[in-house]
């Protein structure tokens, strides 16, 4: 079986990206499923890792270009995977515990210094845990963490490719 080029796995990554922000705004316009702040920390990264596997797409790099893509997709995908990982943990915290609903992110970013926004937003609130959506028992943050450590393992392995 030939090996597949490391291009490929460039396609794959952005299409996989692409699709779910795609998804993601279908949710949102169609079904009227707001996101809350997490979920929208999410879409930037994978807006970022995406935007990374398209730009290595086109350059089809040699070696050290493949480790900077690499390195710097799953370094986006693993700070993605740290944003997904803390909405699930309030979506299983105990009802008792989850935070309190803040502010919107809208609000935030005019009201607040950037570093507070982001202590504020990675802290979490309630409309973070909530769950209304579920695709075979698992949640859009559950699924979303899942991917993000695909994605990563997807940079980590273009990195080994040859080009093709």
Known sequence: MPKLPQRVFYALGFLLCSGLLAYAYYLQFKDHLEPCPLCIFQR?????????????????????????????????????????????WLQHLPADQIPECGPGLDYMLQ?????????????????CARVD????????????????????LLSLLSMRRRNG
């Open 111 to 127: 009201a607040f210094p950037l570093n507070k926004t982001l202590k504020m937003v990675l802290h979490g609130s309630g409309e």
């Open 44 to 88: 930037l990264f994978y807006a970022g890792t995406g935007l990374i596997f398209l730009i290595a797409l086109f350059h089809n790099p040699k070696k050290v270009g493949r480790v900077l893509y690499g390195l710097l997709a799953a370094m986006l995908a693993a700070g993605g995977a740290s944003v997904a990982a803390r909405q699930v």
């Open 133 to 152: 959506w579920r695709f075979l028992g698992f949640s859009i943050a559950e699924w979303s963490l899942l991917i993000f450590v695909v994605l990563a």
